[in-house]
């Protein structure tokens, strides 16, 4: 049996450390910058900025003294090529992730999701084999499940270029560990939610958009019949599990899904929501035929192959987190739709 690491092992591993962060001034980026910045690490974001891709300033505020900022592209060859040297760990999470974006401009999804890979793997390989690289990959390259909960040896079957374009660079990653030695693992993300995440539009998943129409006090529109299943994982379990790939060295070369406990159809998730708020309204629609093109159906992760070699398990229950998520955005919702 694996002794689940607790974050206090990980804390002692990861401080002293130099770690670089690619899209760290986005989502999941900035909630893992807060956590390594309390464990003593050093820490370096990148973050190009794109409009509309979640890159918010605000995300670090707290820790603005604490960490340096380099304002740059993934794409860009030559500032990777500086930004790798002498780091411990990167943790890739730049990435375009609207799965409606990529079918409607694979070739910038194409350059950000592979291309830019290529040239991160290609600055370590040249600049520095010593490091770790933790990359995150998506639920979404499976396709439309065969089986439930869907495990890694389930068939990969992308329904969307997005799906295409992160598989490829999640190989990307494991070829250049297993014939580089540059140590890389990668994270099969499901639906993650919590603060920090993009409001603007809802291009980047649901669950934000949701959010965002109960606090503004507007009507949820919910494709479909709403029976659609879904888990969803806390950004700080998230964050976890990075945190433990990152120092355990079983993890190199491996691929590994995160999940959720409590997987929940899409109504019942929203009904939650208006509980937990107090009020709010949402209102069955018609999928939008872009939409259904690429919908999946119903989806939740079998995670048991993380939880057997790391000890990782989701430690939020799904009611704790959106209480939470809703009580950040009460309070900063116009630095998320205001910027």
């Not at 990359?135 to 270029?161: C, I, M, N, W």
């Not at 949402?282 to 119903?298: A, C, N, Q, T, Y």
Request: glycine share 8%.
């Amino acid at each position: 049996m694996i002794r689940a690491m607790s974050r206090v092992d990980t804390v002692e591993k990861i401080a002293g450390k130099n770690a670089l962060i690619t899209g760290g001034l986005g989502f999941i980026g900035s909630n893992l910058a807060h956590r390594l910045v309390e464990a003593g690490a050093r820490v370096t974001l990148v973050d190009s900025l794109v409009p509309d891709y979640g890159g918010n300033p605000f995300n670090i505020r707290g820790i603005e003294d604490r960490v340096a900022v380099n304002i740059a592209d993934v794409r860009d060859e030559y500032s990777m090529a500086y930004l790798v040297q002498g780091r411990d760990y990167i943790f890739n999470l730049a990435g375009q992730v609207s799965h409606l974006d990529s079918m409607e401009d694979p070739y910038t999804d194409l350059e950000i999701n592979v291309r830019s890979q290529i040239s991160i793997l290609e600055a370590c390989r040249k600049n520095n084999r010593d490091v770790k690289i933790i990359f995150t990959s998506t639920r979404q390259l499976y396709g439309k499940p065969e089986y439930l909960p869907v495990d890694e040896k389930h068939p990969v079957r992308p329904t969307d270029a997005n799906g295409i374009n992160k598989l490829c660079g999640e190989l990307y990653h494991i070829l250049y560990n297993n014939v580089y030695n540059v140590r890389a693992v990668s994270l099969r993300l499901t639906n993650t939610y919590g603060p920090r995440q993009l409001m603007k539009h809802s291009r980047q998943g649901f669950i934000c958009w949701f959010i965002r129409r109960i606090v503004e006090g507007q009507e949820i529109q919910l494709f479909g019949d709403g029976a659609q299943m879904r888990d969803f994982n806390y950004v700080a379990d998230v964050v976890d599990a990075l945190l433990l790939a990152a120092v355990s060295e079983k993890a190199d070369g491996e691929i590994y899904n995160l999940g959720g406990d409590e997987p929940i159809s899409l109504r019942a998730l929203v009904e939650m929501m208006i509980e937990i708020n107090g009020s709010g309204s949402f209102r069955l629609v018609s999928f939008p035929p872009e939409k259904k093109r690429i919908d999946i159906g119903d989806y939740y992760a079998d995670y048991s192959r993380i939880n057997r070699a790391l000890g990782w398990k989701p430690r939020t229950a799904l009611r704790e987190g959106l209480r939470a998520t809703l009580e950040y955005y009460k309070q900063h919702l116009n630095r998320y739709v205001d910027v």
